[in-house]
């Protein structure tokens, strides 16, 4: 199966999860798996979330900005995947100058 995020239509959600600003993103979900191809302006954040249910696995495609998974926080950027496990909390914040943009995968239980 393919999924072509060129063909999804991209929705704003505004403090998404209690972050800053809005989320930009172009989403998939079959009942199974939730993808989304995503951006977060300059300035813009995910709240802290925590996966109860799931893990996510984030794979940033541009930009730069910083992950926080259960209170440590680690730089992200172009190539870099952030992976936060089952029954962990974590928030995804672009501190950069240029738009951050990554592909996530949550796969539901």
Do not use: W
């Not at 998939?28 to 979330?49: N, Q, T």
């Not at 870099?80 to 943009?101: D, E, F, M, Q, R």
Request: charged share 20%.
């Amino acid at each position: 199966m393919t999924v072509d995020f060129q063909n999804i239509e991209e929705k704003s959600f505004p403090n998404f999860k209690g972050g800053e600003k809005s989320l930009e993103a172009k989403m998939f979900f079959d009942g199974k798996c939730r993808m989304l191809s995503a951006r977060l302006e300059p300035g813009a954040s995910i709240g802290l979330h925590t996966h109860d249910t799931s893990c996510e696995v984030i794979l940033v495609q541009s930009g730069s900005g910083v992950a926080i998974c259960d209170g440590i926080e680690e730089p992200v950027s172009a190539g870099t995947v952030h992976y936060c496990p089952k029954g962990h909390s974590h928030t995804l914040i672009n501190n950069g100058t240029a738009p951050l943009c990554f592909l996530g995968i949550v796969p539901e239980q």
